[in-house]
C-alpha cells in the first residue's frame, strides 16, 4: 500500500484526489494539508511514501515545503501536482528535491502511474514537464 498524503489549498483538490486516487486499490491517504506548513507537519506526523505538492499555496508554499522536507530526512518523496507550467516554478520544484512534477491536466491514469514510479524510486514527469527538462540539458 502507498501512503499518501495530499497538500493543496483548494478543498475541492484534495477531494477530488481523494475520491481519486482511493479507487486505485493500492494507495491509501493517511492526511491532508492545506499549505506547505501543514504538509510538513503532517508528513513527519504520518510518514507517507509520498506528498502531493501543489506549488503555489499560501504561507509556506509547495517549493519551501519540499526543501524542509528535503532537508530533515529526504526519505519522503515529493510529487507536485500543480496547475503551473512556468518554467520558473518548475526548476525551483526540482531544485527543491521533488522527484516527479504532474500537471493538473492530467489523466488520472497519469497521475497514478506517477505517483506508483515515484513510490518506487523513479522520477516522473508529466509530457510538457518533460519537454523542458529536455530542452534545458541541451542548452
Sequence with gaps: MI???????????????KALLVRSGDIQIVGEAKDGLEA?????????????????MPGVNGVKAT???????????????SGHS????????LKSGAQGYV???????ELVLAIRSVAGGKMY???????????????
Design 3 to 17: 501512503r499518501i498524503v495530499i497538500a493543496d489549498d483548494q478543498q475541492l483538490m484534495r477531494d477530488g484526489l
Design 40 to 56: 510538513v507537519e503532517m508528513a513527519l506526523r504520518t510518514q507517507p511514501d509520498v506528498v502531493l505538492m501543489d506549488a503555489a
Design 67 to 81: 526543501e524542509q522536507l528535503s532537508a530533515l530526512d529526504g526519505q519522503v518523496k515529493v510529487l507536485f501536482v
Design 86 to 93: 512556468d518554467h520558473l516554478i518548475l526548476r525551483q520544484a
Design 103 to 109: 500537471m493538473k491536466s492530467a489523466k488520472p491514469e
Design 125 to 139: 514527469f508529466s509530457p510538457e514537464v518533460f519537454s523542458y527538462i529536455s530542452e534545458e540539458l541541451v542548452k
